[in-house]
T-cell receptor
Framework: KAGVTQTPRYLIKTRGQQVTLSCSPI?????VSWYQQTPGQGLQFLFE???????NKGNFPGRFSGRQFSNSRSEMNVSTLELGDSALYLC????????????FGQGTRLTVV | GDSVTQMEGPVTLSEEAFLTINCTYT??????LFWYVQYPGEGLQLLLK?????DKGSNKGFEATYRKETTSFHLEKGSVQVSDSAVYFC????????????FGKGTHLIIQP
């Protein structure tokens, strides 16, 4: 059974640009969550999607957005990139919402210059 | 809101030593508790979980017991190996619309041969 796949693995963008990251969950999983990992702030929850609907959202500005497609694949978008957006972005899939375990992808390393 | 506290380290041990990484939490209701491990350049891997009080999660020689009375979920291993060197994250999920997984800051474990 394939795991969570995130693409691309690495990205370098310039301040002010926008970026789209992709996540394919484990087959059969309907919940996808996104996290930002930085050395200073650690792992922070961005948002969760279930059945194409955003269920929860963390404390991030509106520049961070996402969506989920009917096949459960998800994308997150960051507009007007800032240097502070440089981070490892992790996607996690779960079979259902709620307190079940989440399985993470390898992440996308975004560097903003 | 929910929070997780764990020692950040680095924790340096010799091979075959006994390992304890402390984790305490604050949460509403009865959260599920998890330990994740992150190897360099990788995403997070679920190590073990516990979903109710007094549950013991175990995997690959690691164990942790859900202690509701002390709000703790300490990770233990009887004999560590060099390959256990990684960053370990304690996490909780309250579910019911809460903000995804809440993570501790992570504990960097270094095992010396």
């Amino acid at each position: 059974k394939a795991g969570v796949t995130q693409t691309p693995r690495y990205l370098i963008k310039t301040r002010g640009q926008q970026v789209t990251l992709s996540c394919s969950p484990i087959s059969g999983h309907r919940s996808v969550s996104w996290y930002q990992q930085t050395p200073g702030q650690g792992l922070q929850f961005l948002f969760e999607y279930f059945s194409e609907t955003q269920r929860n959202k963390g404390n991030f500005p509106g520049r961070f957005s996402g969506r989920q497609f009917s096949n459960s694949r998800s994308e997150m978008n960051v507009s007007t990139l800032e240097l502070g957006d440089s981070a490892l972005y992790l996607c996690a899939s779960s079979a259902t919402e709620g307190r079940t375990e989440a399985f993470f992808g390898q992440g996308t390393r975004l560097t903003v210059v | 809101g929910d929070s997780v506290t764990q020692m950040e380290g680095p924790v340096t041990l010799s091979e075959e030593a006994f390992l304890t990484i402390n984790c305490t939490y604050t949460a509403t209701g009865y959260p599920s508790l998890f330990w994740y491990v992150q190897y360099p350049g990788e995403g997070l891997q679920l190590l073990l979980k516990a979903t109710k009080a007094d549950d013991k999660g175990s995997n690959k020689g690691f164990e942790a017991t859900y202690r509701k009375e002390t709000t703790s979920f300490h990770l233990e291993k009887g004999s560590v190996q060099v390959s256990d060197s990684a960053v370990y994250f304690c996490a909780l999920s309250s579910g019911g619309g809460a903000d995804g997984l809440t993570f501790g800051k992570g504990t960097h474990l270094i095992i010396q041969p």
